[in-house]
């Protein structure tokens, strides 16, 4: 079998992104807030906020030392806002129990807030250069018609699908870690879902889906259905935490009010943050940011 890693490394050598979180001196928590962010977000959106949390918080510790309210604050319109709480709570346990240092081994990592098995793999591999499977929807497509000759392989990951990016891995682990970031690359740029640009591909001479296609470009995997977004409670919640975000104080309910005209998808939506913890009551009439300081009386979250 073809070196696939080698071929995929070599053109990424060549024709990488320059992203900030790429680069050799960037911290592994520049790493982890990366990921964290990069989940279900395009890199154009996520690169102003990365660089503005760096910039605030630069380790751990200083995100740590702010309320959380300040990080869904500065996480925006980046959406999925538990993200931002989450990693606030991440900056926590890394500062308690790990002396503000973000842990490299792949359990430890699972054993921090907001990380799952992608999230550990990757900050491993990339912020720690360690040999590990990092797969994501690009590279499971990847694989899946380099190696298997499939159109697409799934919406989650499986034991399969690492067992198989794995095995393409070279055994040394700057190797690997390059060979990860390859195939991400590759598989975001170039083997992407709809226009794949089979010509451009360095794996083409030996990718399975190609050759069933008689050397032809294969048709594309067809398309998943768009979530719609208007209309929404994930509408809704955005409106009102913008509202949040926007405010130095405490918002009044007739404030929140007028920010979408139905009534009960709009309580449904302020429920909703209030139990995700995004938002806080303050004295029954009033809204705020968790740990926004506001004086007496306490603010708490919940109804």
Do not use: K
Not at 158 to 184: C, K, Q
Request: a positive charge; hydrophobic letters at 45%.
């Amino acid at each position: 079998m073809p070196d696939l890693a080698a071929l995929a490394a070599g053109w990424y050598d060549v024709n990488a992104r320059e992203l900030p979180w790429r680069a050799p001196d960037t911290s592994p928590w520049g790493v982890l807030v990366s990921e964290f962010m990069l989940q279900q977000t395009p890199v154009p959106r996520v690169l102003p906020v990365w660089r503005e949390w760096l910039d605030r918080w630069p380790t751990p510790a200083a995100l740590a030392a702010e309320p959380a309210g300040e990080a869904i604050r500065a996480w925006g319109r980046l959406g999925y806002p538990r993200r931002a709480l989450r990693l606030h709570e991440c900056a926590v346990v890394v500062t308690g129990s790990y002396g503000g240092t973000v842990p490299s081994t792949v359990d430890e990592l699972l054993a921090l807030p907001g990380i799952g098995a992608y999230t550990a793999r990757a900050v491993a591999a990339f912020a720690y250069r360690q040999r590990h499977p990092v797969v994501d929807t690009n590279v499971r497509r990847l694989v899946a018609r380099a190696v298997a000759g499939r159109p697409d392989a799934g919406s989650a990951t499986t034991a399969g699908d690492l067992a198989a990016v794995e095995r393409l891995l070279p055994m040394e682990p700057e190797a690997a870690a390059h060979a990860s970031a390859a195939f991400m690359e590759l598989g975001a740029l170039v083997c992407v879902a709809r226009t794949p640009r089979c010509a451009a591909c360095p794996l083409a001479a030996h990718c399975a889906w190609t050759a069933g296609a008689g050397g032809a470009t294969p048709a594309p995997a067809p398309s998943r259905r768009r979530q719609t977004y208007a209309g929404t409670d994930r509408q809704v919640r955005g409106l009102l935490l913008a509202v949040l975000r926007e405010s130095t104080g405490p918002v009044p309910a007739s404030r929140l009010d007028t920010v979408w005209p139905d009534a009960t998808q709009r309580d449904r939506a302020l429920s909703g943050l209030l139990a995700d913890g995004l938002i806080c009551e303050h004295d029954h009439t009033r809204y705020v940011l968790p740990g926004t300081r506001t004086g007496s009386p306490e603010v708490v979250p919940g109804r």
